[in-house]
């Protein structure tokens, strides 16, 4: 009888306007419940489930990985690793709250603001400012790499492939990240997440070719590389603590958590886990290949980037150097995708979400999206690609900025929300009191980090 039901809505799809409405009538004449036939006729998403897990994996996955050697040096192999795979637990955890939130929200139109209407209704505009915030901060920072180390890559490039010196024009990194716009803006002008599937899915291969330099530089070292230190199991340095909070902010990607659920076909939450736990998991692999391929190789003498302690005279080298450029170039787009759409929810923070539960009368064609209107998309877009590329065109340094924004951005969104926002909606259930506590759990672990990091 199911089967039978999603072959007529199938049919349905196919069918002209009048047929479509004659169809539902007697959809909502049978004697099945009313509700079930309602809901089962909104409509589907598009995206894929790999689509979906690499659009995260990537967003989680970013320049920060080259650091974990350094991390993992500043407590030794075991705490190391252990550190890495109880921060990615704790970024799962907080995803899966969240799409348990997600399930509570209209139809494929859920978002941290239409979350919090039904939790914190007053405070829903800041959370949605606050995000805004964090992913226009990542952005500037995505651009200000890109800026600063393609000029470095092309050197390497030149001297590994001929004699010559490369044009000055070529060293300029303000000129490469006026041509590389060129790349971006379309791509920021995608509406659909699942749209940027197939600039993840190249993302992810620069990340596995940078796995494989690390792997290959171990078993097989490379002329002129610096000497090993020692390498020890167990010991903690004072670095720990400035160290730690890179394994922490590694894993944020709820940003783009809801867009993934409003997109993906069959967002049941089976299907989330798979999807959360693909995501984070593969991250958490990346991770640890890195950090302890890297410290086995360098030890204690280790730096900040693993792939400038190879020899930049390698063309095995500074491929993997353009790898990086590619990875943080096409973690732009998945930037400016939430924050426009937290921009969207500020500016009309005085229409309720809760106008989109009678969702049978309404016709959901981009998700999540559906609302905004072409120009106020274009507007939008304009407004953030203009101001992104000004700040790091202009700006050579915001690190400090940046990582202030960056980190407190982080923490709000992947552990303080989450667990605030699922308490909250959870608290007059019986039936998940220890989830409801471990979310409160959760969120207090997020004002610690807030705090002391």
Not at 36 to 44: E, R, S
Not at 248 to 270: D, G, H, M, R, W
Not at 399 to 419: D, E, H, M, Q, R
């Amino acid at each position: 009888m199911v089967n039978t039901y999603g072959a007529t809505t199938s049919s349905l799809a196919q069918a002209g306007d009048e047929e479509d409405a004659n169809e539902h009538t007697a959809f909502l004449g049978d004697d099945r419940d009313v509700v079930t036939a309602v809901k089962d006729d909104k409509p589907d998403g598009h995206a894929s489930m790999i689509s979906s897990i690499s659009n995260l994996a990537n967003t989680i996955i970013g320049s920060g990985m080259l650091t974990f050697p350094l991390a993992l040096a500043s407590a030794g192999i075991l705490p190391g690793m252990l550190t890495c795979v109880l921060s990615g637990s704790i970024a799962a955890f907080g995803l899966y709250l969240l799409s348990l939130c997600a399930a509570k929200t209209p139809h494929r139109r859920s978002s941290f603001f239409a979350v919090a209407q039904m939790t914190f209704p007053k405070a829903a505009v800041f959370f949605d400012a606050a995000i805004a915030t964090k992913c226009f901060g990542v952005s500037i920072s995505y651009l200000i790499i890109i800026k600063g180390l393609t000029p470095n890559v092309v050197s390497s490039l030149y001297h590994d492939l001929s004699d010559a010196e490369p044009p000055a024009w070529m060293l300029n990194g303000r000129n490469w990240l006026s041509i590389f716009m060129i790349i971006l803006i379309p791509l920021a002008f995608l509406r659909r997440l699942n749209s940027l599937r197939h600039t993840s899915y190249v993302a992810l291969f620069s990340v596995v070719y940078l796995l494989i330099i690390v792997i290959k530089c171990y078993f097989w070292p490379l002329d002129d590389m610096p000497p090993a230190g020692k390498i020890r199991l167990v010991h903690f340095t004072p670095n720990f603590v400035s160290t730690f909070p890179v394994q922490v902010f590694a894993f944020t990607c709820a940003q783009n958590l809801f867009p993934i659920y409003n997109e993906v076909k069959s967002n049941t939450q089976p299907r989330m886990n798979i999807i959360i736990g693909s995501a984070i998991g593969s991250a958490t692999l990346t991770y640890e290949v890195i950090a302890v391929f890297g410290y086995l190789t360098f030890g204690t003498n280790i730096g900040a980037n693993i792939i400038a302690m190879y020899p930049p005279n390698s063309l095995f080298v500074a491929i993997g150097q353009v790898a990086i450029v590619i990875l943080v170039l096409f973690s732009y787009p998945l930037q400016v995708h939430p924050c426009r759409n937290c921009l969207d929810k500020v500016f009309h923070a005085g229409e309720s979400v809760k106008q989109a539960d009678n969702e049978e009368t309404v016709e959901v064609d981009d998700h999540s999206i559906g609302d905004m209107s072409h120009t106020k998309h274009t507007i939008l877009t304009l407004a953030i690609i203009a101001s992104t590329f000004t700040i790091s065109y202009i700006v050579d340094d915001l690190k400090i900025v940046l990582s202030f924004v960056g980190s407190t951005g982080s923490t709000t969104i992947s552990f303080i929300l989450p667990g605030l926002l699922y308490w909250k909606l959870s608290r007059g259930d019986h039936g998940s009191k220890i989830l409801n506590r471990a979310a409160l759990a959760l969120a207090a672990y997020g004002v610690c980090i807030f705090v002391f990091w």
